[in-house]
């Protein structure tokens, strides 16, 4: 064999739907053979979902899956490898593990080495380490499996499968969680290890929305040299297929005397490599595939259509269509009703403006805009009457004294009981339009504003916001988010004149504070000899910490930063630690 056929399905998995995520890899089997590929491969946990989590206590489930996993085996066919994430079992222990189906049967396992347990990682909870590498042959090309981790470490299982099993092609099943460019930063360690180990590497990418986390997909494809020589969709399902020259692989090793020496080297450290002869016959002829590398998307595109993957997927996946958002006139609620219409479609978005006694003329026409481009329903609920009502209810309790806040937060929590209120009604999931630096600093009403099912923007800055409100209207090519809402200064509009820099820093300021501070554990002294006043470090310091509870009562919400709030940054509330 001179060249190995790879086909990465790049398939959107649903936690705890095995019957649903079998079907899709056997869709995904049908289309390799179709294709004449060697070898098929699919993402990790394919069959449970990505990460199955506690559900992965349940007995039946493992049996299950293991089940799913016999069934397709019998599908595939003797020219045809098929490499399928799974769960299993050994004596009470489970496994992170990669099936590998041929000729009717299951052949070979390969157990995932390295066990990630940082972030919003926590796979020691649920699983024991894999012991020994694994090289499937066929007909003279060598394959090597790893399972995500496994292929980041520069001396892990696939230096090992290159090297002891000279494993011409590196295959990684993975669910590699989004991030803003993590896409870039996977890719340069793909191609490092390909580089390092002369050996093609083909990784596929888990993709879709999976409660807080999404994944991205963008499988790819890479020559020995690192080159990219396919790549899928990002945030969408895909197949992918590609050739990889296994006499160019030779030819490069035979000119690298590296590689013999480390051979040597490997050899005496007593790592394990499985090797497993196939019975493989190639399907021939083969067509002619056309190359595809799809351009990656550029950075605020890129966040968008994460958030849009993750609302649609959140709704979708629980049996939900429809989605209802206040609508304040302000960039907040318009970003994410904008996000809302693209996942789920206009139909199933509804707008609710709901002005109250400090309400400007021009939030709730620019709300009544923003609707009208979007082609949404809009729907107008004052609550002047209502909170006079309030009002009057309390006034003998809060007699003789001053209005505060209280009277402020009193019309944010009358918004949130009237969303949750036709949310019931008519089953419609309430989106949350608060941001993360209202959410890092405490700027939100508990019950108020940030009531609702999904917290859409809960990772993105302010300042991020912006920039999305700017990329709707680009991409749409005229303005679907009105002017007026960009160039007005932001406002809950809670009190007469009320602007939010009254009690928060200018936005473009606070943001880099709290990337320092809540993403990069910077301590305020590291932050202050950074060239900020010390005042404002110590102010935004002191209202993160402060803030904890509130946090833990929001609605989950999509992570599209390297820290989020949630799995991601787990402090007490309770905690008596300051700077």
Known sequence: MRSLRVALAQINATVGDIEGNASKIAEGIERAQKVRADVVAFPELAITGYPPEDVLFKPHFIAKNKEAVQELAAKVPRSLVAVVGFVDDEEGDLFNAAAVLHDGKVVSVYRKHYLPNYGVFDEFRYFQQGEEGLVLTLDGARVGITICEDIWYPGGPARAEALLGDAHLLLNISASPYH??????????????????????????????????????????????????????????????????????????????????????????????????????????????????????????????????????????????????????????????????????REHVTGVAMPGPYSSPHSLKDAQALAGNLGIRFLVIPITDVYDAFLKTLSEAFKGLPADVTEENLQARIRGTILMALSNKFGWLVLTTGNKSEGSTGYCTLYGDTAGGFAVLKDVYKTMVYDLARYVNEKAGKE???????????????????????????????????????????????????????????????????????????????????KAFGKDRRLPITNRFRE
């Open 180 to 345: 803003m460019g993590k896409l870039a930063w996977r890719e340069r360690m793909l191609s490092v290890r390909a580089n390092d180990n002369l050996a093609a590497v083909a990784s596929v990418n888990l993709v879709g929305g999976q409660d807080e986390l999404v994944f991205d997909g963008a499988s790819v494809v890479l020559s020995e040299s690192g080159e990219v020589l396919a790549r899928a969709k990002q945030f969408a399902e895909d197949f992918l297929a590609a050739d990889i020259d296994l006499v160019s692989i030779l030819r490069a090793r035979l000119k690298d005397l590296r590689r013999r020496l480390d051979k040597r080297g490997m050899e005496s450290q007593n790592h394990r490599v499985r090797i497993v002869p196939l019975p493989f016959e190639p399907a021939e002829p083969k067509p002619k595939l056309l190359r595809r590398a799809e351009t990656p998307l550029p950075l605020i595109a890129e966040v968008y259509w994460a958030l849009v993957l993750a609302v649609h997927d959140y709704l979708h996946k629980n049996g939900m269509r429809d989605a209802v958002v206040g609508l304040s006139g302000g960039i907040d609620s318009c970003v994410t009703c904008c996000i809302a219409v693209d996942a789920l479609g």
């Open 480 to 562: 679907i988010i009105p002017r007026r809402v960009f160039e007005k200064p932001p406002s809950a509009e809670l009190r007469p004149g009320q602007v939010d820099q009254e009690k928060l820093p200018p936005y473009e300021l606070l943001d880099k504070i709290l990337r320092l501070y809540v993403e990069e554990d910077r301590s305020v002294a590291d932050i202050v000899a950074m060239g900020y006043d010390e005042a404002v470090v110590r102010k935004v310091a002191q209202m993160v910490d402060s803030s904890e509870y509130k946090r833990r009562q929001f609605p989950l919400g999509p992570k599209i930063t390297h």
